[in-house]
Each structure stands twice: as C-alpha cells, then as structure tokens.
C-alpha cells in the first residue's frame, strides 16, 4: 500500500505493523532513524490490504536530523516502506501500488513458500503471521490473478508514454521522435513520471546531479536552498544546475506534451520503490537508466532543519535529508499530488 503528501506539522510518533526484514537488507531500529512523520506529513491509515490481527509494532520517535552530506546518510529501512506509505489520502488519488515485496520471512531467511500457494495463507497461525508478501496487488499478480492495464513486474502496473503524448506498446524503444518512448505512467496513481536517458548531452541524462533550490517563500520552508553549478553538463542556463531550472527546462520542452512537471513529494518517489529487489530498487524495465550511487531529491525541505531537504535512495529504498547544497539526482513527475 502507498500514499503520498507534501510535509506537513509533524506528529509526535508513528505506529505502524511491520514484518521481519530480509537477511543484511536493513540497519536496526532506533534513535538514528528520521523524523517520518516530519518529512513527509501527517499520518492517517488507510485500507487496501487486510488488517493484521497480531502485528509486529515499530514505534519511530522523532530523531533531529544534522545537515547530511552525500556520503553522511541516515538511511530509512525499506522495510518500513510499507509504513510510510500508509499516510494521509486525499480523495483525488486514484490508487496505491504495492510493495514489490512477495517473499515472506523468518527470522534469518526467506519461509520458502510462495505467496502464490494455498500453504502460504496457512502459515499465517504460525510464528510471523500477517506478512506483506501474502496480500495485495502483489500476491495476486504471483497467483496470476491480478488484471493491469499495463504491465510491470510484481503488482506494479506501468504504461508507456511517447514524446507525442500517445500510450504506447510495452515493446516500445526510448527514442527523440514523437511517438518514441520518454515517460512512463504509473496507472495506479494516475502519475507520470519522467524517464531518464543515457547521454550527456542530453537534458534527461540520467548521471546529471542538482542541488536543490525553491526560490517560492510559501514552499521552500524558510530557505531557497542553492542555485547550484555545472554539474548537468551545461544543459541549464547558466550551468546552474538545480531542481528549480531542470523543472522550468522540462516544461520549456513540453516533455510528452506536458509543461506541469514538478519535483515529486518523498511518498510520491516511494510508490516507485521495490522492496523486492535492490540497485537500483525500481522496476528496470519501465524506469532504465536509474542510478544509484546518490539519492533522487524530493520537493519537501525538512521542517526541523530547513536548510535541508528529504530526499529517496533508490540503493535499497531508503529515505533521508540531507543538506540542499548537496548534487542528488532528480526525477520529475506530473499529475494530482498527494
């Protein structure tokens, strides 16, 4: 289940059900975790999946987070991404993808029973009942139950959309002609996304960093953040590579026609997240030329500590903040936020 919301007054402490993580996949619960509730908004469960009857509980106190650099992150664990995504739900959303996540756990390794099999279900009297990996979109889709009007792997249900505007065939190439593939729609949501690409020269290259900068008083959170330098290769003007000039230069362009691309909110950039797989944890086949090595920016500065900003790691699916002078890698989104 997933949502997403811009930040908002933070809560004093979120509690959510949880389910024993994969084996080395995620640090340990603690002080050291970010303020959840502080980046990314108020907290109001909402049902896709059945309830837990006896849950596992992680409770996240808030944590002040210090200015990170790049190479200083608090990673969240992409266990509790399910956590995250259970947050408030405006009625405009038109639905929340699942977690990618189709293995169940023990406490050192995979149970070994798919989620597709009836003994699955029947293990739920047992010792680690209630597990993400047996409900959802993606229990279905491993049942082969599950109807998209796309494709994607797991319960994630993707469309691709050309230059032109048009939704194209699965088999479709990204390419600079009209009807060549350059976005992709998420049809769970309803939001679009950009698609990166693999040349330097271009504006949508997927190696080109950016710190973040909002020059709006009424959604910066008090500071704009920096301007920036060369670091996209000369594709902005100025050379000042920040958030704020690659999404003017994305709607100069009308990328798939559209000129309302904007940087996403942190639960937005977590409905991308595939918890069941890792570097990068997205769906490859319908986000190529995803990297790694640093986070991707989200809109919402962190309200404890404006002069930083939440950001999504898609290494493993961890979320932090981190300092807004730092070069992160951006991925622009279009639709109704939430």
């Known amino acids: 289940m997933r949502h997403a919301a811009s930040s908002t007054t933070a809560q004093p402490h979120t509690t959510v059900?949880?389910?024993?993580?994969?084996?080395?996949s995620c640090p340990a619960v603690g002080a050291g975790l970010p303020a959840i509730a502080t980046i990314i908004g108020a907290n109001t469960p909402i049902g896709a999946k059945a309830p837990p009857t006896k849950p596992h509980h992680a409770t996240f106190h808030h944590a002040t987070l210090t200015n990170h650099g790049a190479t200083t992150m608090t990673l969240f664990p992409r266990v509790f991404l399910f956590a995250l995504l259970l947050a408030s739900a405006p009625a405009h959303a038109a639905g929340l993808p699942d977690t990618g996540q189709d293995t169940c756990y023990n406490d050192t390794a995979a149970d070994g029973v798919a989620a597709s099999h009836a003994a699955s279900i029947a293990r739920d009297a047992g010792s680690h009942p209630r597990q993400d990996c047996r409900y959802g979109r993606d229990a279905a889709a491993a049942a082969g139950q599950l109807i998209k009007t796309g494709a994607g792997d797991k319960g994630f249900?993707?469309?691709?959309?050309?230059?032109?505007?048009?939704?194209?065939?699965a088999g479709a190439a990204l390419g600079t002609a009209a009807t060549d593939w350059a976005c992709t729609k998420d049809n769970i949501t309803g939001l679009t996304w950009e698609v990166k690409v693999n040349d330097n020269a271009h504006l949508r290259h997927q190696g080109h960093t950016y710190t973040w900068y909002n020059s709006d008083g009424a959604t910066n959170g008090g500071n704009a953040g920096s301007t920036g330098a060369n670091t996209c290769n000369a594709t902005l003007p100025g050379n000042l590579c920040n958030t704020e000039a690659f999404?003017?230069?994305?709607?100069?362009?009308?990328?798939?026609?559209y000129t309302d691309w904007r940087i996403p909110s942190p639960r937005e950039l977590l409905t991308l997240v595939h918890a069941g797989t890792s570097l990068p944890s997205i769906d490859t086949t319908y986000f190529p030329n995803t990297l790694f090595a640093s986070p991707f920016w989200?809109?919402?500065?962190?309200?404890?500590?404006?002069i930083s900003a939440a950001y999504v790691y898609f290494h493993n699916g961890?979320?932090?903040?981190?300092?807004?002078?730092?070069?992160?890698?951006?991925r622009l989104v279009r639709g109704g936020q939430f």
């Open 17 to 24: 059900g949880g389910k024993p993580p994969p084996t080395g």
């Open 157 to 169: 249900d993707y469309s691709k959309i050309a230059n032109d505007g048009s939704t194209l065939a």
């Open 247 to 257: 999404v003017a230069a994305v709607n100069v362009a009308a990328l798939c026609t």
């Open 298 to 306: 989200s809109g919402s500065s962190y309200i404890p500590n404006p």
């Open 318 to 330: 961890g979320t932090s903040a981190g300092n807004k002078t730092n070069v992160l890698y951006v």
